[in-house]
């Protein structure tokens, strides 16, 4: 079974850093990729990031170049979401996902962490 638990959320100030982590399960770290969203109130959710986990190729929402960065820790089945020079338009709702194949969509979501940032 995919299981995907995000943390590393919280309250920053406007410039402030951020490191956000997902632990997925055996199945999850199996899979082709994981990525990284967000979903402001009142607003669709968003792409953010996504890597994969055999090569660690890496892809960003322009509004985030060059100010996020994604990794991911094998041994520790985890991927992590770096955040820097934030923003408060940056402010939402972070969830983990999984894609299980490059054919098919991110289906598997986390809980999501909250990331608040303040001006």
């Known amino acids: 079974q995919v299981q995907l638990v995000e943390s590393g959320g919280g309250l920053v100030q406007a410039g402030g850093s951020l490191r956000l982590s997902c632990t997925a399960s055996r199945r999850a770290f199996s899979s082709y990729a994981m990525g990284w969203f967000r979903q402001a109130p009142g607003k669709e959710r968003e792409f953010v990031a996504a890597?994969?986990?055999?090569?660690?190729?890496?892809n960003y929402a322009d509004s985030v170049k060059g100010r996020f960065t994604a990794s991911r820790d094998r041994a520790k089945n985890t991927v992590y979401l770096q955040m820097n020079s934030l923003k408060p338009e940056d402010t939402a709702v972070y969830y983990c996902?999984?894609?299980?194949?490059?054919?098919?969509?991110?289906?598997?979501w986390g809980q999501g962490t909250q990331v608040t940032v303040s001006s």
């Open positions: 890597i994969t986990w055999s090569g660690g190729y890496t």
């Open positions: 996902a999984a894609k299980l194949d490059p054919s098919e969509p991110f289906a598997y």
